[in-house]
């Protein structure tokens, strides 16, 4: 799709992303501690962390990877949001109060609470930093995404863009500022995709019937060339002939007949609109030549009703497949068990002052991001039928349904969704760089420090995490970032939850149960992923038939497993003394 940036929409863009770095700068004054820089010295009101919560839980896989998942395959991709607002179901009664009292600046600290365990310490710092790396890789392939219609700039340069300016705000002020950049964001957020979403029912379904032929849609087929350029039936695209996507028919509702328009409608009835009409979608076939590889898309009527019921995208719900049904699963119970287990979301927890106002903080938390997940059908659907997709990317479902509006909601849009990115990456530097600079080497490797050389070191990391972020974003462009971050959910449900509910409730447990719990559930679903059919074919460019994986989700087998390791290795070693278990 060719993209045309505005004079507006860099200007609002640029408001944006100043005023999210001014205040960074601005609160770089209280970020000087080590408790400052760590945890906002645990003083962050209740009700601000609960909306920072949002702000830091409702990343670019929520904002873009949903709603391009539910414009492109239906109901499915409403699936991911039911998934990852069911897992603050277990972070609401079983982590909040216990984290708040067992830790100070970073995971390691609470799984340790009770050892001082030099082989917990390790396994924990490593466990973080990789699941914060795979959780970064989709936030920066967002930003490049939102960067090239936004500002008419490479993809590349969005990543770049990103990894500096969220550099900066951890590296001038730590927690306190990315504390109220989650703040704002997730304020943002939640209002204008509320003022979207009203839009979208007021707006209703269009219909044009002058195009509503399938002899019509195959001449729109576009090609993806190996050189990454899009052809549009055979020809290269330009202004004139790049077509408003599935513009050219929106939606055919049967019980409108011939009427151009549905008018406004509520939100049950715009459901049950959309249930009695056509829509098109576009499908996607890889196709191998002499030149290389290239992708086509093509446009499909499809009924409504199709894309309102499960099975559009995974296939376990319809296709009848035990190993489709067992992927299925296993993602659904790593979007559940994740949540409590995200790194970057359990060092929010410490900016709070005790333990009721970590449980008040995750019931604001539970609010904003459950108000905001209901909305996200209306996004994607609104998407579907708005007229402006880009069949080469589900990514930029959400602003380009912004921008069918006018082109500075499109500009407001995309800058927050940018501040989202923002947000979210500085919490996994954050919780990255804890783990590197408190975890390894104050911790592990016995490395005294001043309070100026532990914010000084957490810095230095911060840096370096920022840099393998934007070589990574440029890497994986391609890959929807709901899919990415469901590999990230997987590995921090395998081998931290398991450690950290046996440590709550289980007073057997034991430091080498726990450093065998996150060492084996860390790699066994790293591993797993690495070799399933989904990295072989979308990673290295092979045939899925070459995976050994019977399944590509690990989490329905490393879940389990970090359970029965962290018992059978706690049952085989001596018990904790009564002063460990009492602690």
């Known amino acids: 799709m060719i993209y045309e940036s505005s004079p507006v929409a860099i200007a609002i863009f640029a408001s944006f992303v100043l005023g999210v770095v001014g205040l960074s700068f601005w609160l770089g004054r209280k970020g000087q501690s080590a408790k400052g820089y760590y945890a906002a010295h645990g003083e962050i009101h209740w009700f601000v962390n609960g909306i920072a919560f949002a702000g830091d839980y409702l990343s670019a896989a929520s904002f873009l990877g949903i709603c391009g998942m ?170 004139e002939n790049d077509l408003r996507a599935v513009g050219t028919i929106h939606a055919l509702p049967a019980r409108y007949g011939d009427a151009r328009e549905t008018g406004p409608l509520r939100p049950l009835e715009y459901l049950s609109t959309l249930e009695d009409s056509k829509v098109v979608t576009w499908s996607a076939k890889k196709h191998t030549d002499e030149q290389g590889s290239h992708t086509t898309y093509s446009p499909t009527i499809r009924e409504g009703k199709d894309l309102l019921k499960p099975g559009g995208y995974f296939k376990g719900l319809s296709s009848g497949s035990l190993t489709d049904r067992l992927n299925f699963a296993s993602l659904m119970l790593a979007l559940f068990c994740g949540t409590a287990s995200l790194p970057h979301i359990l060092i929010r927890y410490y900016t709070v002052k005790d333990a009721a106002a970590a449980r008040k903080s995750t019931v604001v938390g539970i609010a904003a991001i459950g108000g905001f997940y209901v909305l996200t059908l209306y996004l994607g659907l609104g998407a579907m039928t708005s007229g ?45 760089s804890g783990a590197v600079a408190h975890d390894l080497i104050e911790n592990f490797c016995g490395v005294q420090m001043t309070d100026h050389e532990k914010v000084r070191a957490g810095k230095i990391a911060a840096v370096g995490l920022g840099l393998a972020a934007m070589a990574l974003g440029i890497l994986f462009r391609n890959f929807n970032v709901s899919f990415l971050v469901g590999w990230a959910f997987h590995i921090a449900a395998s081998a931290n939850l398991p450690a950290l509910v046996m440590l709550l409730f289980w007073s057997r447990t034991t430091k080498q149960g726990i450093t065998a719990a996150v060492t084996v559930g860390m790699l066994s679903s790293l591993g797993w992923i690495l070799l399933s059919a989904d990295t072989f074919e979308k990673v290295y460019g092979l045939s899925r038939a070459a995976s050994p994986i019977p399944f590509s989700q690990p989490g329905l087998v490393t879940i389990p497993l970090g359970f029965l390791v962290l018992v059978v290795v706690s049952l085989l070693t001596p018990r904790p003394t009564p002063r460990q278990v009492s602690a």
Request: charged share 10%; net charge neutral.
């Open 388 to 432: 402006y997709l880009d069949p080469t990317s589900s990514n930029m479902a959400a602003p380009l349904l912004a921008k069918s509006f006018s082109e500075t909601l499109f500009a407001v849009i995309s800058a927050i969704a940018f501040t989202t990115v923002l947000g979210t990456v500085s919490g996994l530097i954050m919780a990255g």
């Open 70 to 239: 539910i414009a492109f395959y239906g109901y499915d991709g409403f699936l991911y949001s039911i998934g990852f607002l069911a897992g603050w179901i277990v972070a609401l009664f079983v982590i909040a109060e216990p984290i708040k009292a067992l830790g100070k600046f970073t995971f390691a600290d609470a799984l340790d609470a009770r050892f001082n365990s030099r082989g917990i310490k390790l396994a924990v710092a490593i466990s973080t930093l990789i699941v914060s790396i795979f959780y970064l890789i989709p936030q920066m392939v967002g930003a490049g995404h939102l960067i090239v219609p936004l500002l008419g700039l490479p993809h590349a340069v969005g990543v770049i863009l990103v990894g500096v300016a969220v550099t900066l705000i951890v590296v001038t002020a730590g927690m306190v500022s990315t504390t109220w950049v989650q703040f704002i964001k997730g304020s943002l957020l939640v209002f204008f995709c509320a003022v979207l979403t009203v839009m979208i029912l007021g707006r209703g379904l269009e219909v044009n019937a002058g195009r509503a032929g399938d002899e019509d849609l195959t001449a729109q087929v576009r090609t993806v060339t190996p050189e990454g350029k899009v052809l549009v039936n055979g020809q290269p695209q330009t202004a």
